[in-house]
């Protein structure tokens, strides 16, 4: 009927996986080693060697939500309820913007490598050639959100561009990272961890006015140079060390506000 699920990947029955083999059917998926069926809340709705369902066998069924195109799902090692909303993406309803251009990867890393990111400034002079390490303006880190304000110099084919890059997050693994400056630009970015030492990275570009030929021309290359970016940056963050104590520049204090405020989403 359109709706979505979002559901533990192993069988209560006997531990196989339901993405290698299973099948969806209907409102019900059924496991590739035994033929058990579960509905969309999870139950088993079907033993096909039994003359009734297994009422203790459930699929562990997660809060999942479609939202500004994206659709999320809840996980807590604890079954505990969504904690905060979902934050508000007003590109995504406003026709001025584009459709997203999206890219994905997969890091060998946590997602608390790359989302301090956001808050090491001085890497974007000297890992992606900016012509100056940015001013940070502001840095505010309030319950779940961070937002942290920055003038930049982006570099380009004229030179030296003054820039904007503002990022506005809300949890571990979601955030808005606005560019302003040649054009304006938003990117989403997405972190879903795999295990403990992988995560999907997704990145939803959308530029302001991208049917204008000019601005179609420089949303290329402002895309292709950000991609290019987080290429630089992954064998950094795959090969790196975590050190809980790092020795900082006076510049550096948001790297450990960072931290502290991260620290809210261990379990």
């Known amino acids: 009927d359109g709706s979505i699920a979002c559901q533990e990947a192993y069988c209560p029955h006997l531990g196989a996986h339901l993405g290698w083999g299973?099948?969806?059917?209907?409102?019900?998926?059924?496991?590739?080693?035994h033929g058990w069926a579960f509905d969309c809340d999870g139950a088993n709705v079907e033993v096909p060697y039994a003359d009734r369902p297994?009422?203790?066998?459930?699929?562990?069924t997660f809060p999942v939500r479609e939202h500004a195109?994206?659709?999320?799902?809840?996980?807590?090692p604890h079954d505990d309820e969504p904690k905060w909303?979902?934050?508000?993406?007003?590109?995504?309803?406003?026709?001025?913007?584009?459709?997203y251009d999206v890219h994905d990867y997969t890091v060998k890393t946590c997602i608390q490598e790359m989302s301090e990111n956001g808050f090491d400034h001085a890497h974007f002079q000297y890992v992606h050639s900016h012509p100056r390490v940015g001013n940070t303006e502001k840095v505010e880190l309030n319950g779940y959100d961070r937002v942290v304000l920055t003038s930049q110099e982006f570099p380009s084919s004229r030179g030296p561009v003054d820039a904007r890059i503002d990022i506005y997050g809300r949890g571990p693994g979601f955030a808005i990272t606005r560019y302003r400056?040649?054009?304006d630009a938003s990117l989403i970015g997405c972190s879903t961890p795999i295990d403990d030492e992988t995560t999907h990275l997704t990145f939803l570009f959308t530029v302001k006015d991208a049917d204008d030929e000019k601005t179609a021309r420089i949303a290329k290359a402002f895309?292709?140079?950000v991609t290019s970016e987080v290429q630089q940056d992954i064998p950094i963050w795959e090969h790196k060390l975590y050190r809980p104590s790092p020795a900082l520049a006076p510049s550096e204090k948001p790297i450990t506000e960072f931290r502290r405020w991260f620290s809210q989403f261990y379990v």
């Not at 195109?69 to 807590?76: C, D, L, M």
């Not at 590109?91 to 459709?99: C, L, M, Q, R």
């Open 22 to 33: 299973g099948t969806v059917e209907g409102k019900r998926i059924r496991c590739p080693f």
């Open 54 to 60: 297994n009422r203790k066998a459930r699929l562990r």
């Open 69 to 76: 195109g994206i659709v999320f799902a809840w996980y807590h």
């Open 85 to 99: 909303e979902l934050i508000d993406v007003p590109e995504y309803g406003d026709d001025s913007y584009a459709p």
């Open 181 to 183: 400056g040649l054009l």
């Open 223 to 225: 895309i292709n140079s």
